[in-house]
């Protein structure tokens, strides 16, 4: 079975917008959720934000909350982060992943990842 797979980053200037996009989303399961996560050179993993593919809630780490989207798409299993307002320390690679909740996703709980795509955001 074919992986997550992200796209949609590149290298953009601070206060522009990018859209990333996770296709291929198994739908083993009625009660999942799927999130993006972060890695920036140096630095530690870092939760993003998350949708609760049922019910739609979401979740958005503070840095990003306001700035960030996250929504899902469920005729093309696909989850989109769209971000605006970007900012140099917002530079990572991004990837998605699924989890059980909410909850597990907050806790980097998950089974299945891609393999990231990279955002740049130059000062």
């Known amino acids: 079975q074919e992986g997550l797979v992200e796209s949609g980053g590149g290298l953009v200037q601070t206060g522009d917008s990018l859209r990333l996009s996770c296709a291929n989303i198994p739908r083993a399961s009625s009660t999942f959720a799927v999130g993006w996560f972060r890695r920036a050179p140096g630095k530690e993993r870092e939760f993003v934000a998350a949708v609760d593919w049922s019910g739609g809630m979401t979740d958005y780490r503070d840095s990003v909350s306001g700035r960030f989207t996250i929504s899902r798409d469920n005729d093309k299993n696909t989850v989109y982060l769209r971000m605006n307002r970007l900012r140099p320390e917002d530079t990572a690679v991004y990837f998605c992943?699924?989890?059980?909740?909410?909850?597990?996703?907050?806790?980097?709980?998950?089974?299945?990842w891609g393999q990231g795509t990279q955002v740049t955001v130059s000062s």
């Open positions: 992943a699924v989890g059980s909740s909410l909850y597990d996703l907050r806790r980097h709980e998950y089974n299945i």
